[in-house]
């Protein structure tokens, strides 16, 4: 697919990264990559949800710049004309 036919948003992270053999782990619910920090684990399951309802993908990658990690969603034209619509 061209990028021209879709929309892509980037959520840039500074932090530690994810690690290549847990970026589909942390999509899932009561997940948490890093057990000494707060939280339950359900932020980016609930990410991965709502953007499968509106036609999107979620993935993960490394940060270019070597920190970090790169949250990427991805719209297709298709889930793009059900928004406008």
Known sequence: ????????????DTGPGVPVHQRE???ERFT??????PGMGL???M?????????A???V????DGQGAVF????SEAALRGVRS
């Open 72 to 75: 990427r969603l991805r719209f």
């Open 57 to 59: 993908t979620v993935s």
């Open 43 to 45: 932020g980016l399951a």
């Open 25 to 27: 782990q942390i999509f």
């Open 61 to 64: 990658e490394d940060n270019p």
């Open 1 to 12: 697919m061209d990028s021209a036919d879709q929309l892509i948003i980037d959520v840039i």
């Open 32 to 37: 948490r990559g890093d057990d000494t920090q």
């Open 47 to 55: 990410v991965r949800m709502l953007a499968a309802g509106l036609g």
